[in-house]
């Protein structure tokens, strides 16, 4: 039962640090890097999180971003080390999904 609850606050955190990871590295490059952001179609914190079908492509499109490590060629030390904290959060993530559903199967 308190694999299930770390797992679950972990998750929680993941989730909670991944989003503010992620508009955080939006204004970055909304303020640093202009044509960047212009080019991921000027996406909202809102816009990410959204679930609208009208949103799906700029979700993919940062997400590709993020996840190819275009962001990295920017020679930006505060966009990377945002980068890999979202990166980070997003692979924490994915481990304490994997916990719970362990700890579930146990």
């Given at each position: 039962m ?19 990871l ?19 179609g ?9 679930m609208?079908?009208?949103h ?9 971003y ?41």
């Amino acid at each position: 039962m308190a694999v299930t609850g770390v797992a679950v606050l972990i998750l929680l955190a993941a989730m909670a640090s991944g989003w503010m990871l992620r508009a955080l590295l939006l204004r970055t490059l909304r303020t640093r890097h202009p044509r960047e952001f212009e080019a991921l179609g000027n996406p909202s914190a809102r816009h990410l999180s959204s679930m609208l079908p009208r949103h799906n492509e700029m979700h993919v499109q940062f997400w590709k971003y993020l996840w190819e490590g275009k962001v990295f060629l920017l020679k930006d030390d505060l966009a990377t080390g945002l980068a890999w904290a979202a990166l980070t959060s997003d692979v924490t993530l994915v481990a304490s999904v994997v916990l719970l559903f362990w700890s579930a199967w146990k």
